[in-house]
């Protein structure tokens, strides 16, 4: 490791603000997998950690979306969810942190502008964040969550709410048609339950769940345009 590379990651640890115990996870989740072709060598990409990560990733953001949602139902807190668990907001997070800029990569995709990539700045976010849950334990991950996801919690609040109108105008820029349809309607009067599913032209659906069937939809909607890849 260059004595570069080494002040890299120290900077990025003094932004995020956590020295590591074993710096060499925070090397491997710092290495693309094209630093790596060609080379004989034991180091691992940060693929098998941004695995982990992921996974992190989703409980910490749900543990915190059913705390300070308590009297919202599975199919409010979904949309909620999908909005702060993608590639878009793991992708401003390491922008945030900086971790482009400590990120091991060939030169060649270092010439073709991978440091700014959302792709990969979004995989090596879930990448720190499972070296960190290894390293930190959970409270060490979920600090630099809470930290760098900045007012994205409070954001979500609005385009949570969005994610229809987004499918809508999604489907209408492919110049698809766009249906609901109720699959499932279960529970009392009084607290009822639906699964509906998501049709967009010859795509394949997607349900969603929730208490009401505008909350369905919503739900339905959000997981439909997650799967696609496209942020609501």
């Known amino acids: 490791m260059s004595g570069r590379q080494e002040s890299r990651l120290a900077e990025l640890e003094a932004r995020i603000g956590y020295e590591f115990k074993n710096r060499e996870l925070l090397r491997e989740a710092l290495t693309h997998g094209s630093a790596l072709d060609g080379v004989k060598s034991k180091r691992r990409s940060y693929d098998r950690l941004e695995f982990l990560g992921d996974r992190v990733l989703a409980l910490i953001v749900a543990d915190r979306l059913l705390r300070e949602h308590v009297d919202e139902a599975e199919g409010e807190i979904a949309p909620r969810f999908n909005t702060l668990v993608n590639r878009r907001a793991c992708a401003d997070a390491a922008r945030a942190a900086g971790l482009g800029e400590a990120v091991v990569l060939s030169s060649s995709e270092e010439a073709h502008g991978g440091r700014a990539k959302q792709t990969i700045l979004a995989d090596i976010c879930e990448s720190v964040i499972g070296a960190l849950y290894l390293d930190a334990g ?65 795509f394949a659906p997607e349900r969603g769940e929730g208490g009401s069937k505008r909350e369905a939809q919503r739900a339905a909607a959000a997981a439909f345009l997650r799967r696609q890849g496209v942020d609501a």
């Open 138 to 202: 959970f409270d060490g991950a979920r600090a630099f969550v809470e930290r760098f996801w900045g007012n994205a919690f409070d954001e979500e609040n609005t385009s949570a709410r969005d994610a229809k109108t987004a499918l809508q105008e999604w489907a209408a820029a492919k110049k698809c048609s766009l249906s609901y349809a109720v699959i499932e309607q279960s529970g009392p009067d009084h607290a009822p339950h639906f699964v509906i599913e998501a049709r967009v032209g010859a």
